[in-house]
C-alpha cells in the first residue's frame, strides 16, 4: 500500500515538474553541442596581441595539429600531380586575378597562416599557422587584405595616410569560441576566389552560406544543413575533393560516414551508391556514362550571385571623363569594366557546358612556351573521351580570358597588380611597368614587350545540386541542338553529326519502296473494285 501511494506521489511530481528545456538553459544547450568549453581554458584566459599568440595558446592542448596541417595543400598551395606537374601559386597562371606571386600581401588574405607576404615566409613555424580562420563561430574574425593574412588587434590606420581606419578584433573572445568548422569559415576563401564573390567556381558563392533546398539540397538551411565538411571529410586536417586531384569516376559503393573509404569520399557515390534510382531504375543505366552533377545541376550562380564568364585584361588602364579610373556598371549594379581590371562578361543561371572527363588534368605552366597562333591557350585541360573506359560526362564552367604574355620569350606575365605603390594601384598603370616589376620579382627574364592572348581554364561544377524534381529530363539532352550537341560518342537523334549516309540512304530507299508497295496495292484495290462492278 505504501509502495503504490510512494509511486503514485512519484508519478505526479514528475509530470507536474517543469521539462528542462535546452534552449532556455545555456549550459545544457553549450554540453549538446560540444564536449568541451573552450571559455574555461586557462591558456585562453589571457589577452592576445597577434594570431601566432592564439595558435600557440591553440597548441598546449593540440599538440599535432600544426604539423598535421603542414602536410596539406591549404598550406603551401602546392600539389604534384600524377603527370608530375608540381602545381601552385609559383608554377600557375590563372585566367582570373592572373597569380598571388608578388601580391601575398592582398592575396594572401586567404591564406591559412599568418605574415606571408614574400619568400621569406617560414613554412616550418607552426605558431604561423591561422586555427581561428577555419574554426572561428562568432562571424567576428578578420583578416584585411593588403596585412599578408595577419590580423589587426589595435586600431590603425591601412594603408597609411590613406584616412582608412581598421577596428581591432578581440582574440580573446574568438578564441574562447572557436567550434567544428561551418560554410561560412570555409566561405570566407572559397566563395570569394579570384577577386570577389562568386567570381571563380560559380558553383559557389555568398548565397550558400544559407541557401533553401532550391539552391541545394544538402547545404538547405532548413534542411539537411550539411557543413562543407559533412562531404569533405577530413582526417589529420586533410581535406579531401580537391581540384588538384578530382575523381571523374568512382565505381565504390556507398558507405557510412567516418568509416574508411578507398577513394574520395566527397564523390556522389559515397552516399548514393551505384543505383540512388529507386523509383525509376532505367536512370541507374546512365550512371556508367554520366556524372550524377550532369543532371542534377541544371544550372550554376543560381543564388543571385553573379559570376564571371569571361574577363579582357587588355582593356584595363582606361581613365573616364574626369581623368580618374574609370568603373562601368551593369542596369543590376555590378561593374563589367573597372580601369584596374578590365572588362568582364558576368553571368546568372548559367547552363554548364559538357564534355568528357577522366579525372587526368593537364596545366599550362608560368614556364611554358605560348603559341598566340593556337589560341584559345588552355591554362588547364580535362581529358576525357567516350571511349577510355574511364570518362563520364561532366558540367563545367568554361572561363574565357585575354591576359598578358611576353610576346618575345613566349611565356604568361606575372603582373605586380596589389600593394600600396604606384605600379599597384595603376595611378598610371601600363602593363610594362606591371609585368617588370613582377617577373624580375620571380626571377624570370621579360622582354619588355607585352602583348594578350586568349586563354581558357575549365571548372567542375559540382556545388548547388537542385532537387529532384528540378533535375534534368530526357529531352534535354537527346535531342539535336540539346545540351550535349557538342560531345561526341554520345547518339542524338537529329544531330547531323550522328547521320551515316549509307544507313540514311538505305532507310529512304525502304521508306519509299514502302510508299510505292502502299500506293500500288491500293491501286490495286481501287481497279479491282471498278473491274468487279
Not at 61 to 78: N, R
Not at 133 to 155: F, M
Not at 313 to 321: I, L, Q, V, Y
Request: glycine content about 10%; some cysteine.
Amino acid at each position: 500500500m505504501r509502495t503504490g501511494i510512494f509511486m503514485a506521489a512519484l508519478m505526479a511530481a514528475m509530470l507536474l515538474a517543469p521539462a528542462v528545456d535546452a534552449a532556455s538553459d545555456p549550459g545544457s544547450a553549450k554540453l549538446l553541442k560540444s564536449t568541451a568549453d573552450h571559455s574555461q581554458f586557462k591558456a585562453l584566459q589571457q589577452e592576445f596581441n597577434s594570431g601566432p599568440e592564439v595558435t600557440k595558446a591553440c597548441l598546449s592542448c593540440h599538440t599535432e595539429a600544426s604539423k598535421q596541417l603542414h602536410k596539406t595543400e591549404h598550406w603551401k598551395w602546392e600539389y604534384r600531380n600524377a603527370q608530375g606537374q608540381l602545381l601552385g601559386k609559383k608554377t600557375l597562371i590563372n585566367n582570373f586575378c592572373t597569380t598571388p606571386v608578388t601580391n601575398e600581401a592582398a592575396c594572401n588574405i586567404c591564406h591559412i597562416g599568418y605574415g606571408w607576404k614574400d619568400d621569406s615566409f617560414d613554412f616550418t613555424s607552426e605558431v604561423n599557422v591561422d586555427c581561428l580562420v577555419c574554426h572561428d563561430s562568432t562571424g567576428n574574425y578578420r583578416k584585411p587584405a593588403g596585412l599578408a593574412g595577419n590580423v589587426v588587434t589595435k586600431e590603425m590606420e591601412f594603408p597609411p595616410g590613406s584616412g582608412n581606419i581598421i577596428k581591432p578584433i578581440n582574440l580573446k573572445k574568438i578564441a574562447q569560441a572557436v567550434g567544428k568548422t561551418s560554410r561560412d569559415n570555409c566561405g570566407a576563401c572559397h566563395f570569394y576566389g579570384g577577386g570577389g564573390d562568386g567570381v571563380k567556381h560559380g558553383d559557389m558563392d555568398s548565397s550558400l552560406a544559407s541557401p533553401d533546398k532550391a539552391l541545394d539540397v544538402h547545404m538547405d538551411a532548413l534542411g539537411n544543413d550539411f557543413a562543407c565538411s559533412t562531404c569533405h571529410m577530413t582526417q589529420g586536417h586533410q581535406v579531401p575533393g580537391s581540384r588538384y586531384a578530382p575523381t571523374a569516376q568512382d565505381k565504390g559503393e556507398a558507405h557510412l560516414r567516418g568509416k574508411a573509404y578507398k577513394t574520395n569520399p566527397t564523390t556522389c557515390q559515397a552516399c548514393h551508391g551505384q543505383a540512388p534510382h529507386k523509383k525509376i531504375a532505367k536512370l541507374n543505366d546512365h550512371t556508367d556514362k554520366v556524372a550524377c552533377q550532369t543532371c542534377h545541376i541544371p544550372k550554376f550562380a543560381r543564388g543571385g550571385i553573379a559570376t564571371k564568364m569571361s574577363w579582357d585584361w587588355s582593356t584595363a588602364g582606361k581613365m573616364g571623363p574626369d581623368g580618374k579610373p574609370l568603373t562601368i556598371k551593369d542596369a543590376k549594379g555590378h561593374p563589367i569594366y573597372t580601369a584596374i581590371k578590365g572588362d568582364f562578361v558576368l553571368g546568372e543561371n548559367v547552363v554548364p557546358e559538357y564534355l568528357w572527363f577522366n579525372g587526368t588534368v593537364t596545366y599550362t605552366l608560368r614556364s611554358d612556351k605560348i603559341d598566340k597562333g593556337k589560341e584559345p591557350v588552355r591554362i588547364n585541360h580535362f581529358e576525357g573521351s567516350a571511349g577510355d573506359g574511364k570518362s563520364l560526362i561532366w558540367p563545367v564552367k568554361i572561363m574565357r580570358g585575354k591576359q598578358a604574355f611576353d610576346s618575345v620569350n613566349k611565356t604568361l606575365i606575372v603582373a605586380h597588380l596589389a600593394g600600396n605603390d604606384d605600379t599597384a594601384y595603376w595611378t598610371n598603370f601600363n602593363w610594362e611597368k606591371a609585368a617588370a616589376v613582377g617577373m624580375a620579382a620571380v626571377g624570370e627574364p621579360f622582354s619588355g614587350k607585352v602583348d594578350f592572348v586568349k586563354t581558357e581554364s575549365t571548372w567542375p561544377i559540382t556545388h548547388m545540386v537542385a532537387p529532384a524534381k528540378d533535375a534534368l529530363r530526357c529531352h534535354d539532352c537527346h535531342a539535336s541542338g540539346g545540351r550535349l550537341e557538342k560531345v561526341r560518342g554520345v547518339y542524338i537523334p537529329g544531330r547531323a553529326s550522328d547521320h551515316a549516309g549509307w544507313l540514311d540512304t538505305t532507310g529512304w530507299a525502304i521508306a519509299a519502296l514502302t510508299l510505292l508497295g502502299v500506293l500500288g496495292h491500293g491501286l490495286a484495290r481501287v481497279l479491282a473494285s471498278r473491274r468487279n462492278k
